[in-house]
């Protein structure tokens, strides 16, 4: 369990005394500090609340009490987690200078494990983007290659990771978010079963889709921050008390399990991806697993439906940003109609302007019944395909993207060209499933490849297992760590 | 020709849940502004609503006492418009699947006027005009409202006032609101057409928003209804269209053209879960309602032997209700107990607002010991009225002002001993009744009484009389 974990292998370092929870702050804060200017990876550093966290840490480690596993471990949060007293942003220019009056319910849990929060991760304006490079700071570059994306909307998040400028991130998943740039830079991302983990405090982007979940660089280190922050909270409705600790169940033998493999998810995709993908099926044989695939000719209308319904909640979610409360506000107006309109057309990005008129516009009167209601009665249909296909295999198993990471500047040559790199992620969001990135090999451009592996709801233990003996039997064929940041 | 005057109502009702429908914020009324407020109901990013139950169990009771079906299965919708006062920018409503559906609230005329659905939503906050800036005040926002939406049943101006009123009465009756049109806990939308007498179709309507007082409603009605009957007599056609009141003038005006009709993409809230109300719920609820007043008068009747006129004005506010039959019950004489606050109390009570409250110094157990007395020949009327003004005044029992003297009554002996010394006062008296004139016992019976106080009970002392005499 403990060969690749990072948040063991720390927590362990803190306990023996090797090093103090401070001086390994300081590390990363000085790593983080240097590596940002290439990375981009923090849009904004916590030094005093990190520094503050680690000392109380070290006096608890003195004083020999009993810690959570997270105690003292570095780490960052997607700038959409709200966090009390610190400017949270969803790097949109609309957001600058807000700063939240509480605390989004996983920062409050992380908060009491002493879990040392490093600062707020770069993303996507609003998690909108695949690139990280509509956030309003500039994106987040790739630590196995700069000249390429982080992937996003989590970018920041996947790239502290990636780059080891800290231990584990909280990112978001809507329709990839976290898979995405995972699988882009070469770690694991985990996004958990819709409901799984609390949306309190989690600047909505996409209701019904989105949900917070870890990006590490082990199956355990996922494990470990999902059973920190997979709780139910009654500060938000949808969160479920289903949830069953994973971490546990790591280890547990796999002979006899079938990986289904969709067909409809091998089409379209990168031959070298293609290739990667089949070497981990071959393991996974190895390892007494039995593949089979099968068809969901659902999964073709996953991206409008995903586009028509996550557009339509954005169009409604984005629309009190207005410059009356809180954040931007234009600086000249003649009435409060024009200050509304300004603030809306200077705050917000392209990409968010272009999906909250695409969600207005399925939403509205005459248009509803052809895409809004369609694309919600479709909804449906892939989620019966999904539990049909749950009754017949164990876990799916297809690519997280069907390429590598993009080259900067790609993704705003086309728009629907980018849209349509999410077929793979977004049947996951659209069934409210767990599915889980770990990095598979390298593409032709020496690039990190992911597998995408996906449960039925509430599957995670099962899910992260699945993932975990993949990571023990290949790891050291398919992973490959950074040289740059903290060195341990 | 004559036209026929046709009305729907759309009523909102804020409900006295003492907290928010989606946070734990308190409702009350007034507060300095944005006091009542939290990241919730002020709607900060990845803020999420919570619904509290209490508001679902006063709608459901709202709905069961205006006879709709309580829906096992709802939910709630998103309501997509801009307005400062709105901080998220849509209001959380419900849409196509309400609380309750197909109800109805019966006219004294016994007509029964549909009520088509209740749902539940909150409200928003309000804007603040001063000295040329505008400020907003979040303290409503979040308040729960019920929208009580009638068909277009109503005929007349008396029966959309006396619609309101009963459903007034109702739904403080069963506590889930205080309905003051004046502070805006009741407003209404009305929807206003009109259609030559006779003619089945209905007319074209305009509806009119957010009227407070009863006396603009119905000027309002008789301004629209008057319009639309000019622009039909001179071959005109009504436009379907949202229109405002102006007291000043008297007058309604348009409010917006067609062009720019509200379109406010309704969808599902994704923050929320289907409300499912069970059977079980439902009867629990059921159970916990209060008595339907109109069969409660009908009660008050046959149990308590009141005159009708009582039963309604005691009926009238439920407190008042309340406390006749705390004090009523299992007295042998419930109408001196309906007299008593019917007479005395309500003498002290000025205002409407008055008995509303029913803030009574004495309470309905002290008032039950007073008719207890009474009941048990302890003490006789005259004292019954002095008392309580005494215990009015001072809201102290009963039991403090009636000495051990007037509560002692008279024992068989002493009585024997005041009867026999007043006939030997009145020899002649006796002797006239021994001769055969009944009516020669009073002036003895008379004697008897002034020499007790007024303790003595006429009916034995008669009889005891009688008796001595005879022997």
């Known amino acids: 369990m403990e060969q690749y974990s990072l948040i ?134 790739n630590p196995h290659n700069t000249q390429r994306v982080a992937g996003g909307s989590s970018g920041g998040a996947a790239c502290a990771v990636a780059g080891n400028l800290a231990a584990f991130s909280l990112g978001s998943d809507t329709g990839g978010s976290i898979r995405q740039p995972a699988s882009f830079c070469g770690i694991v991302g985990l996004k958990p079963t819709y409901g799984a983990v609390s949306r309190y405090g989690l600047i909505a982007y996409a209701s019904s889709f989105d949900q917070i979940g870890p990006l590490t660089q082990s199956v355990a280190d996922s494990a470990l921050v999902y059973d920190a922050i997979a709780k139910y909270d009654p500060m938000d409705s949808t969160s479920s008390k289903k949830a069953l600790p994973a971490f546990s169940s790591l280890g547990k033998d796999i002979r006899g399990i079938k990986i289904g493999v969709p067909k409809e998810y091998l089409e379209g995709i990168r031959e070298d991806v293609k290739s990667a993908l089949q070497s981990a099926l071959k393991v996974y044989e190895s390892l007494g697993a039995e593949i089979v695939e099968f068809s969901m000719p659902s999964i073709k209308y996953s991206l409008p439906v995903y586009y028509i ?75 019966k395909a999904f539990e049909d296909a749950f009754a017949h295999c164990d876990v799916i198993a297809a690519p997280t993207v069907p390429m590598t990471a993009f080259p900067l500047n790609f993704t705003a040559r086309d728009a629907v060209e980018t849209y349509l790199t999410d077929i793979c992620t977004v049947p996951v969001n659209i069934a409210g499933l767990p599915g889980i990135s770990v990095p598979c090999g390298f593409g032709s451009d020496s690039m990190p490849v992911g597998l995408q592996l996906i449960g039925a709801r509430f599957s995670e233990p099962a899910l992260l297992n699945t993932a975990f003996q993949y990571e023990q039997a290949a790891r050291s064929d398919v992973f490959r760590a950074v040289e740059t940041g903290v060195a341990l | 020709m004559n036209y026929e005057l046709v009305c729907g109502l759309e009523t909102h009702v804020e409900l006295s849940t003492k907290t928010k429908i989606f946070c734990s914020c308190s409702t009350k009324f007034g507060g300095e502004p944005n006091t009542h407020c939290c990241p919730i109901c002020i709607g900060l990013p990845g803020t999420l609503p919570k619904l509290n139950k209490a508001v679902v169990e006063y709608a459901v009771m709202a709905g069961l006492a205006t006879n709709c079906k309580i829906s096992p299965v709802s939910k709630m919708d998103r309501k997509n418009y801009v307005y400062p006062d709105l901080s998220k920018a849509y209001q959380i409503s419900q849409y196509d699947m309400p609380l309750c559906r197909n109800g109805w609230v019966e006219l004294s005329s016994g007509r029964r006027i549909r009520l088509n659905r209740i749902h539940i939503e909150e409200d928003a906050g309000k804007l603040v005009h001063d000295r040329g800036n505008t400020f907003v005040d979040y303290n ?44 805006g806990s009741l407003r209404c939308d009305v929807n206003v057409s009109v259609r030559p007498a006779g003619q089945e179709p209905f007319g074209t309507r305009a509806e009119i928003k957010n009227m407070n007082s009863f006396a603009h409603m119905a000027k309002a009605i008789e301004y629209e209804y008057d319009r639309q009957v000019d622009l039909l ?74 005159p009708e006129a009582d039963a309604r004005l005691l009926i009238e506010h439920r407190r008042i209700a309340d406390y006749f039959e705390a004090a009523a019950k299992g007295t042998k004489n419930p109408r001196t107990a309906a007299n008593c606050i019917l007479g005395q109390i309500f003498a002290r009570l000025g205002t ?120």
């Open chain 1, 8 to 141: 063991l292998k720390l927590g362990k370092l803190l306990r023996s005394g090797e090093i103090s929870c401070t001086e390994l702050t300081q590390k990363f804060l000085s790593a983080a500090e240097k590596e940002n200017k290439r990375l981009n990876a923090f849009v904004k550093l916590t030094p005093e609340t990190a520094l503050k966290t680690a000392a109380e840490v070290d006096r608890k480690l003195a004083a020999k009490e009993e810690l959570p596993p997270l105690a003292g471990i570095p780490m960052t949060l997607k700038d959409n987690i709200s966090t009390n007293g610190m400017e949270t942003t969803c790097c949109s220019k609309i957001l600058k200078g807000y700063v939240p009056i509480y605390d989004a319910t996983v920062w409050k849990i992380l908060k009491e494990q002493h879990a040392v929060l490093l600062g707020k991760a770069n993303m996507d304006e609003f998690a909108m983007g695949s690139s990280c490079e509509t956030s309003c700071f500039g994106g987040a570059k």
């Open chain 1, 309 to 383: 319904l996550a557009c339509a909640e954005a169009s409604s979610n984005l629309g009190r940003y207005d410059g009356i409360r809180y954040g931007y506000r234009t600086d000249h107006y003649a009435d409060r109609n024009e200050m509304i309109c300004k603030t809306r057309s200077e705050g917000f990005g392209a990409e968010v302007k272009r999906r909250i008129l695409l969600g207005t516009y399925v939403l509205s009167s005459g248009y509803y019944d052809a895409f809004y209601k369609k694309a919600q009665n479709l909804r449906g249909t892939l989620i």
């Open chain 2, 140 to 183: 409503r926002g979040g308040v729960p409202l019920i929208e009580i939406v009638t068909e277009p049943d109503l005929r007349s101006i008396a029966e959309v006032q006396e619609y309101v009123e009963k459903l007034q009465m109702i739904l403080r009756y069963i506590g889930v609101s205080d309905c003051k049109m004046q502070e």
């Open chain 2, 233 to 306: 007599m001179s071959g005109e056609k009504v436009v379907q269209e949202t229109r405002r009141y102006d007291e000043s003038s008297g007058c309604t005006e348009g409010m917006r053209g067609k062009e720019d009709a509200d379109d406010y993409r309704y969808f599902r809230e994704p923050d929320l879960v289907t409300i499912l109300v069970s059977d079980e719920m439902r009867e629990t609820i059921q159970k916990r309602m209060p008595e339907d007043p109109q069969k409660r008068i009908q009660r008050f009747l046959s149990e308590y032997q009141l």
């Open chain 2, 352 to 471: 409407e607002a008055e008995k509303e409250q029913f803030n009574v110094t004495v309470s309905p157990e002290n008032l039950h010991a007073l008719i207890l007395l009474l009941d048990t020949g302890k003490i006789r009327m005259n004292l019954v009225k002095s008392t309580l003004e005494k215990m009015l005044d001072s809201g102290k029992p009963a039991s403090d002002f009636l000495s051990e003297k007037d509560l002692a009554g008279i024992s068989a002996d002493d009585l024997k001993a005041i009867c026999e010394k007043a006939i030997s006062d009145n020899e002649r008296a006796a002797a006239d009744y021994r001769a055969g004139k009944e009516k020669a016992l009073k002036a003895i019976l008379g004697s008897v009484m002034k020499a007790t106080r007024g303790r003595a009970n006429p009916q034995e002392t008669e009889k005891l009389l009688a008796d001595i005499i005879r022997r």
